[in-house]
C-alpha cells in the first residue's frame, strides 16, 4: 500500500471534525472519498499534507508513519494537494502561480522544465501563461491548481473537488488529463461530492459521513449497493 489511514481523528479547535476515518490507497490507484457537505473530506486531505496535526490514528505513507509532520515535509516527500476551491493567486500571471507550486521542490529537476510538463499536459496554459489567472475561465483556473501541485513532481496527488465550478466539457477535459497522469504512475486520491463523477475515474471508493469512514467498496460494488445510493440520495 502507498497509503493507509487508520482511525484518524482531527479536531478543529475545540469541535472534533474526524472521529474515526480509515482508508488505504495502492501504488498507482485512483480512489475517492466521497461524503456530504461537511463530512470531513477537506479535513482528511489536510490532515495528509500536514496542515493539520491529527488527534490520533495513523498515516503511513510509503512505509513511514507520517501523522502531524509538515506540509513543506510532505511535499517534499511526494505527497501534492490541490486544495479546495483552488486557491490561486488572480492577480498573478499563470506561469507565476505555475512558479509557486516550485518553492518546495527540493533537487528534482529544473524549475523551467516542469512548467513544460504542465504546458504538455495543459496546453491552454501555454497560451495564457501572461495573463493573470483571475482572468481565465473555472476550468482553466482548475488546470492552473493542478499545475501548480504537479510542480513538485508528486508521487501522490489529492485532489479537493477539483470539478466544483467547471464546465462539463472542460470537466471531462481535466479528466483526461488526469487519466494520463495516472498512466505515469502518478497515485490519485479524489474528493468528491458527486458519486457519479467520481466513479467516472476512479476503480474504488470510500464514504466519509460525519468523520467516520461508513462504507468502502469498488467502483461496481458501491454502485450496485442499495446502502450506497441511500447514503448519497438527495446529494446530486
Ligand atoms: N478551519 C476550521 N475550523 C473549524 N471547524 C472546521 C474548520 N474546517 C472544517 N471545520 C468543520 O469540520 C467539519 C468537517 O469539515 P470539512 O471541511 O472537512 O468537510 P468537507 O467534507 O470537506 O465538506 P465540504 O463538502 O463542504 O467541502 C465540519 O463540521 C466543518 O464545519
Ligand atoms: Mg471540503
Not at 483526461?176 to 475515474?201: C, K, P, W, Y
Request: glycine letters at 12%; charged letters at 20%.
Amino acid at each position: 500500500m502507498m497509503l493507509e489511514v487508520s482511525h484518524l481523528a482531527v479536531d478543529h479547535g475545540p469541535l472534533r471534525a474526524l472521529w474515526d476515518v480509515s482508508f488505504r490507497v495502492g501504488e498507482g490507484e485512483r480512489v475517492a472519498l466521497l461524503g456530504a457537505n461537511g463530512a470531513g473530506k477537506s479535513t482528511t486531505l489536510g490532515t495528509l499534507i500536514g496542515l493539520y496535526h491529527p488527534a490520533g490514528g495513523t498515516i503511513v505513507y510509503r512505509g513511514q508513519n507520517i501523522a502531524g509532520r509538515d506540509t513543506a515535509d510532505n511535499v517534499d516527500d511526494g505527497i501534492a494537494l490541490v486544495p479546495e476551491g483552488r486557491r490561486l493567486f488572480p492577480d498573478m500571471t499563470v506561469r507565476e502561480n505555475l512558479e509557486m507550486g516550485a518553492y518546495v521542490r527540493g533537487k528534482r529537476g529544473g524549475v523551467t522544465e516542469s512548467i513544460e510538463r504542465c504546458y504538455a499536459l495543459f496546453p491552454i496554459l501555454k497560451e495564457k501563461a501572461r495573463q493573470p489567472a483571475g482572468q481565465l475561465s473555472g476550468g482553466q483556473q482548475q488546470m492552473v491548481a493542478i499545475g501548480r501541485a504537479l510542480m513538485s513532481r508528486p508521487k501522490l496527488l489529492l485532489l479537493d473537488e477539483p470539478f466544483l465550478g467547471v464546465a462539463p466539457i472542460i470537466i471531462a477535459e481535466v479528466m483526461a488529463a488526469l487519466s494520463r497522469l495516472s498512466d505515469q504512475g502518478v497515485t490519485v486520491l479524489l474528493v468528491e461530492q458527486n458519486i457519479h463523477r467520481a466513479m467516472d475515474f476512479v476503480s474504488r471508493a470510500y464514504v466519509i459521513e460525519n468523520g467516520r469512514s461508513v462504507l468502502e467498496g469498488d467502483r461496481q460494488a458501491l454502485l450496485g449497493d442499495p446502502n450506497f445510493s441511500s447514503k448519497f440520495l438527495g446529494l446530486e
